[in-house]
């Protein structure tokens, strides 16, 4: 299963490398784009969801790195929520080492 890894600047332009252990992400995101922080945790929160159905449809387990993933990713966007203009943008998509 082709895993990838996608980066992303914050509002306070801090940037995060994520992963994703599935091609899925790329439909729910695009690159260049800003996302409110409501709308990229629900493509987030999508998105992981059919990764995960992806790998356990493949190895009978869900991907513990991808829930980690977007734990740690929501919980960076609630350090944004006070800024209703605060928006996410994905800056690119790369292969997973």
Same mark, same amino acid.
């Given at each position: 299963? /082709? ?7 914050? /509002? ?8 994703? $252990? ?8 695009? $690159?260049? *784009?800003?996302?409110? =922080?409501?709308?990229?945790?629900? *493509? =987030?929160?999508?998105?992981? &969801?059919?990764? !995960?159905? *992806?790998?356990? &449809? ?8 991808? !829930?980690? +993933? +977007?734990?740690? =990713? ?6 944004? %929520?006070?800024? /209703? +203009? @605060? %928006?996410?943008?994905?800056? @690119?998509?790369? $292969? @997973?080492?």
């Amino acid at each position: 299963m /082709p895993a990838m890894h996608y980066t992303l600047r914050w /509002p306070d332009a801090s940037e995060t490398t994520a992963y994703s $252990p599935s091609l899925i992400i790329q439909d729910y995101f695009e $690159p260049g *784009r800003a996302y409110r =922080l409501d709308d990229f945790a629900q *493509r =987030l929160q999508a998105a992981t &969801a059919i990764a !995960n159905e *992806r790998v356990q &449809a493949k190895f009978g387990f869900v991907c513990s790195r991808a !829930n980690d +993933q +977007q734990a740690t =990713l929501l919980a960076r966007i609630t350090q944004f %929520e006070g800024e /209703p +203009q @605060a %928006e996410v943008t994905v800056l @690119a998509f790369g $292969p @997973a080492d």
